[in-house]
């Protein structure tokens, strides 16, 4: 689990400049509290809406 949230945090933070503060704060605390497969889905969803 240690190294799907190192590696989810890498991944949140190269698109950090995508996100508003609030929706990097969300995303980051969900997944520091376990749901990692939720915030990598809420993280796509968002990219999705605003760069796609």
Do not use: S, V, W
Request: glycine share 10%; proline share 0%.
């Amino acid at each position: 689990m240690k190294t799907e949230l190192t590696e989810f945090m890498k991944t949140l933070n190269a698109n950090k400049k995508n996100l508003t503060r609030q929706q990097y704060r969300t995303i980051k605390g969900q997944a520091f509290a376990g749901d990692i497969k939720g915030a990598e889905k809420g993280l796509y969803k968002l990219l999705d809406r605003r760069c796609g």
